[in-house]
Each structure stands twice: as structure tokens, then as C-alpha cells.
């Protein structure tokens, strides 16, 4: 009796190992044709990756290129706006016609800018 369930157990044993070896040699053929895919798909992987780091440096590029031209018009816009406000307050102030000083202000301004261009 003792020699029945031994062949048994043997032979369950080998069942088991013949399903975990054919499984393990279905994962093993699975893995091998997705390598394959994957190296298949490298060189457009790399393209699209050029690609997008070209389209990315670009982005970055016109970004600080509109930064800096946001803050020089920010500077130019603080110093007209500072010397027309002073201007305006120091003739309220003084009761000057300010209207008519502005304007002649705003044309010397104005060539001023010219002349440094």
C-alpha cells in the first residue's frame, strides 16, 4: 500500500513538473516576441524622441525669447509710465496747464526715443 502511494505521488509530481516546465517555456516564447517587438520599435522610438526633444528645445527657446521681451516692454512701460505720472503730479501740483506740458512732454519723449534708435 505504502508502494502504491509513493507511485502516486511520484507520478503527480511529474504531472506538476510537466505543466510548470510547459508554462514556464509559454512565458519564456511570450517574453522572446515582445523583445522582439521592442527592438523592432527602437529606431522609430528614437526618431520620435529626437523629434520631440527638437520640438521641445524649440518651445523653450521662443518661451525665454517672449520672456525677455515681456520684461524689457515691462521696463520701458514702468519708465514712461513713471516719467509722464511725475510730470502730471508735478504740474497739478504747480497749476500748470498740464494738458498742453504733456503734450509737449510726450513729443520730447518721443524724440528722445527716436534719437537713441
Same mark, same amino acid.
Given at each position: 500500500?505504502?508502494?502504491?502511494?509513493?507511485?502516486?505521488?511520484?507520478?503527480?509530481?511529474?504531472?506538476?513538473?510537466?505543466?510548470?516546465?510547459?508554462?514556464?517555456?509559454?512565458?519564456?516564447?511570450?517574453?522572446?516576441?515582445?523583445?522582439?517587438?521592442?527592438?523592432?520599435?527602437?529606431?522609430?522610438?528614437? $526618431?520620435?524622441?529626437?523629434?520631440? %526633444?527638437?520640438?521641445?528645445?524649440?518651445?523653450?527657446? @521662443? *518661451?525665454?525669447? !517672449?520672456?525677455?521681451? +515681456?520684461?524689457? $516692454?515691462?521696463?520701458?512701460?514702468? %519708465?514712461?509710465?513713471?516719467?509722464?505720472?511725475?510730470? @502730471? *503730479?508735478?504740474? !497739478?501740483?504747480?497749476? +500748470?496747464?498740464?494738458?498742453?506740458?504733456?503734450?509737449?512732454?510726450?513729443?520730447?519723449?518721443?524724440?528722445?526715443?527716436? *534719437?537713441?534708435?
Amino acid at each position: 500500500m505504502l508502494q502504491l502511494f509513493f507511485t502516486i505521488s511520484f507520478v503527480a509530481e511529474i504531472i506538476v513538473g510537466f505543466w510548470i516546465v510547459s508554462k514556464l517555456r509559454k512565458w519564456d516564447n511570450a517574453v522572446l516576441e515582445m523583445n522582439k517587438q521592442v527592438l523592432d520599435f527602437q529606431p522609430e522610438l528614437k $526618431a520620435s524622441l529626437t523629434k520631440v %526633444k527638437a520640438g521641445v528645445n524649440k518651445s523653450m527657446l @521662443a *518661451l525665454r525669447s !517672449l520672456v525677455s521681451v +515681456i520684461g524689457n $516692454a515691462k521696463g520701458e512701460c514702468k %519708465k514712461l509710465f513713471s516719467k509722464n505720472f511725475l510730470s @502730471a *503730479l508735478g504740474c !497739478l501740483i504747480l497749476r +500748470i496747464p498740464f494738458k498742453q506740458v504733456l503734450n509737449i512732454l510726450d513729443v520730447i519723449f518721443a524724440l528722445k526715443k527716436l *534719437l537713441k534708435a
